[in-house]
């Protein structure tokens, strides 16, 4: 489980706040690294990075570290690096956000923030999921009932934010209906109507698709205001 980019660099924001960043000269960087990284290694929910870019010039003068939520660290991490500035001031960087740091003990502080936030987006997904599966419930129900009447089959599939509704409106031709879950209740109003009249177009022979509209002008399109 990753955290959104937008909630890092406000968290690098928020967190990171003093007088005067950790500064060491030239010569202390690879010092303070390899005292960062033997405290990281302790660290539970984070891992040592081994891989480092074309830019940087000193591997050993830097330390990039990932941290992940212990039950998804197969899945997503974050990914951050601490290095030092053209002004040997210590700061901490998460692609194109960054912060200084004032002290070395708000790098660890962060950490427990970032797994804070871990944990509070696996709550509100777990909400989210729960909520979902109740208006998945409500909508299989209710096709239930309009297929039970009108006569026909159907499938469903469900992905995370919406059902795929799928009819067979005769044999081997099918109408497939997405249902987002934030619109289910007004859906489900008109959802016999709109089976109905397809069948019913499809028996009297007329056919149609419904297609993405590229937008392009080579179709010679026939306006309202041309007539």
Same mark, same amino acid.
């Given at each position: 489980m990753s955290l959104h980019s937008r909630t890092i660099a406000k968290a690098l924001r928020e967190h990171f706040t003093g007088d005067i960043p950790v500064m060491k000269a030239p010569f202390e960087h690879k010092k303070l690294m390899v005292s960062i990284k033997s405290q990281l290694e302790k660290t539970k929910g984070i891992t040592l990075s081994t891989y480092y870019s074309h830019r940087d010039n000193?591997?050993?003068?830097?330390?990039?570290?990932? %941290?992940?939520?212990? !039950?998804?660290?197969? *899945?997503?991490?974050?990914s951050f690096a601490l290095k030092f500035n053209e002004n040997n001031e210590l700061i901490i960087e998460h692609y194109s956000a960054q912060a200084m740091v004032y002290q070395i003990e708000q790098v660890y502080t962060f950490i427990d923030r970032l797994k804070v936030e871990y944990k509070n987006k696996k709550a509100r997904q777990l909400k989210r999921?729960?909520?979902?599966?109740? /208006?998945?419930?409500?909508?299989?129900?209710? %096709?239930? !009932?309009?297929? /039970?009447?009108?006569?026909?089959?159907? *499938?469903?599939?469900? *992905?995370s934010i919406k059902l795929k509704?799928? %009819?067979?409106?005769?044999?081997?031709k099918i109408v497939e209906f997405d249902i987002p879950y934030n619109q289910f209740q007004d859906i489900l109003k008109d959802l016999r109507s709109v089976?109905?009249?397809?069948?019913?177009?499809?028996?009297?022979?007329?056919?149609?698709?419904?297609?993405?509209?590229?937008?392009?002008? *080579?179709y010679g399109w026939i306006t309202p205001d041309s007539l």
């Open positions: 000193d591997p050993d003068r830097l330390c990039r570290f990932e %941290v992940f939520d212990d !039950e998804f660290r197969f *899945y997503n991490s974050d999921e729960k909520i979902n599966k109740l /208006k998945q419930q409500a909508i299989v129900a209710k %096709v239930k !009932e309009i297929a /039970k009447e009108d006569r026909f089959e159907f *499938y469903v599939r469900e *992905y509704l799928t %009819v067979r409106i005769e044999e081997g089976i109905h009249d397809i069948r019913e177009l499809q028996k009297s022979g007329i056919s149609f698709k419904i297609l993405n509209d590229s937008g392009r002008g *080579y």
